[in-house]
C-alpha cells in the first residue's frame, strides 16, 4: 500500500470538471481515495467469488465507499467469513464551490460554510450495525477538502437549483481509524456529559437528527453507549467508558 501525504493539484478547473459533466461512471472523489491506498492497478477492481471489490492486497479488502454502507451488507456478510475487510469513509472536511453556467463560464469560487466531522460515520455503521462487532471488519474515515463544481439545474426547487458534477479532493487528508473501542470514544465531544437525551447530543454535536438516531443505534450496538431511563418522554443515555 501506497500513502501518499496529499493529493496536490489533481485537476484543472477551467477543463476537467465541465468536461466530466454526464460521462464519468467513478466520480474523482472515489478512485482518488483508490490510487491514495494503492496504486498498484493490479489491486483494483479485484473479483473475489461473485463480489467485486475496490482494493485486494496482500490477502485484505478495502471498499470505499461514499454513501450508505447498508448496499454493502450482503456483500460483507459473504466475504467476512474468509476476509479481513476496511471501509473507507470519505467526509468533506472544507468544501469549495465553483458554479459553471449553461455556456461552460466559471463562477468565482465560494467556500461553503459547513464543515464536516468524523461522527458523521455513525448514521452509516446503524446500517449494518449487526456487523459492527465481526473481527474481521474495521473502518477508516478520510476527511478531506475538496473542489466541488455544480451547474444549475434545468427545473429548479426548493431543495435543490444545482447538479453536482464532480469532488476533487486536495490537500493531505486525516485518517481516523475505527478498530478499537477507544477509537470509537474518540469521537464522542467531550462536552458530551452522561446522562443526555438525543436532543442535547444533537445540539452538541451539530448533526442532523438522522445522523444522532444513526449515531445512538451504532454506539448502542458497541456498548459504548446505553439506555439509563427517561427525562419525561425523553430517552436518557450514558457514555459507558470501558467494557
Do not use: W
Not at 464519468?24 to 498498484?40: G, M, P, V
Request: glycine letters at 6%; charged letters at 20%; one cysteine or more.
Amino acid at each position: 500500500m501506497i500513502n501518499p501525504p496529499s493529493f496536490g493539484n489533481i485537476h484543472n478547473p477551467s477543463s476537467l470538471a465541465y468536461q466530466s459533466i454526464g460521462t464519468q461512471k467513478e466520480k474523482t472523489l472515489h478512485r482518488a481515495i483508490k490510487y491514495y491506498f494503492s496504486s498498484d492497478e493490479a489491486t483494483h477492481e479485484f473479483k473475489i467469488g461473485h463480489y467485486i471489490v475496490d482494493i485486494f492486497f496482500d490477502g485484505a479488502i478495502i471498499e470505499i465507499q461514499t454513501g450508505s454502507f447498508f448496499p454493502l451488507k450482503t456483500k460483507l456478510e459473504a466475504l467476512l467469513l474468509k476476509y479481513h475487510i476496511t471501509i473507507v469513509y470519505p467526509i468533506v472536511n472544507h468544501k469549495t464551490i465553483y458554479m459553471i453556467d449553461e455556456m461552460g463560464v466559471l463562477s468565482p469560487k465560494r467556500n461553503s460554510p459547513r464543515k464536516g466531522q468524523p461522527l458523521a460515520i455513525g448514521q452509516q455503521l446503524a446500517q449494518i450495525r449487526d456487523l459492527l462487532c465481526h473481527p474481521n471488519l474495521d473502518f477508516i474515515i478520510f476527511l478531506v477538502d475538496v473542489d466541488e463544481y455544480r451547474t444549475k439545474t434545468i427545473v429548479t426547487s426548493k431543495h435543490k437549483s444545482f447538479d453536482r458534477i464532480d469532488q476533487y479532493p486536495k490537500g493531505t487528508p486525516i485518517l481516523y481509524h475505527l478498530n478499537k473501542r477507544k477509537d470509537y470514544i474518540s469521537l464522542l465531544p467531550s462536552q458530551l456529559i452522561s446522562p443526555f437525551t438525543m436532543k442535547s447530543m444533537q445540539k452538541i454535536t451539530h448533526l442532523g437528527k438522522t445522523a444522532v438516531e444513526g449515531v445512538l443505534l451504532a454506539y448502542r450496538k458497541l456498548g459504548i453507549i446505553v439506555l439509563t431511563g427517561k427525562i419525561g418522554r425523553a430517552n436518557l443515555y450514558k457514555i459507558v467508558e470501558s467494557d
